[in-house]
């Protein structure tokens, strides 16, 4: 059984404000980034290349500027992005394991409060307790219950397979 779980608080960002970014926010319908493309290795170098090579060959390559200045948008957005998306992942963390020991912490008092109740209704000879807290201590030996069913069935079927093994070895490959 599980302890109660405790942790400093947390000190990091409580707001996450991504109004500088709505501009480049878009909700994509389920699957529709099926197929998108990652960034590629080597892509800090073709950046570098681009920006020595567009402003003097560009135009007698006849690449639009339109075309390279998407490029350098995408990238101060996807930079943007990338250090929200950072602390996003931390806030979710956080509040995962916050919600996390809360539950658990919580089973661990039902569990407390069910086991006292148990105990008064029994050995304190409080029988009424027993019905006053019946789903509280119902509650708090569910998980042992359904252990104690598990451990059962899988003792089961590991004597079912014995069993089928020393059928076997008796059986059609003795003959010799």
């Known amino acids: 059984m599980m302890a ?15 109004t500088a970014q ?12 099926k197929g998108a493309r990652g960034a590629q290795e080597g892509l800090p170098g073709v950046l570098s290349e681009l920006a020595h090579a567009i402003p ?10 339109a075309a390279y200045q998407r490029v350098l948008d995408a ?14 992942e931390k806030a979710l963390e956080v509040a995962r394991e916050s919600k996390t020991r809360l539950i658990n912490n919580r089973e661990e008092d039902l569990s407390e409060i069910g086991a006292k109740a ?11 307790f ?10 708090r030996s569910q998980a042992a ?15 079912a397979s014995k069993s089928a093994l020393s059928k076997g070895q008796g059986g059609e490959g003795s003959e010799a």
Do not use: W
């Open 22 to 33: 709505k501009h480049l926010l878009v909700d994509v319908p389920p699957g529709g980034l």
């Open 75 to 88: 990238t101060v957005g996807i930079d943007a992005l990338t250090v929200e998306e950072a602390r996003l």
């Open 56 to 65: 003097k060959y560009g135009e007698e390559a006849e690449i639009h500027p």
């Open 130 to 139: 027993l019905s006053y807290f019946e789903q509280t201590i119902a509650y």
């Open 4 to 18: 109660r779980i405790e942790g400093p608080p947390y000190t990091g960002p409580l707001v996450i404000d991504l």
């Open 145 to 159: 219950t359904k252990a104690a069913a598990t451990r059962k069935k899988n003792e089961a079927s590991a004597e």
């Open 118 to 128: 148990l105990d008064k209704g029994t050995k304190g000879k409080k029988p009424e």
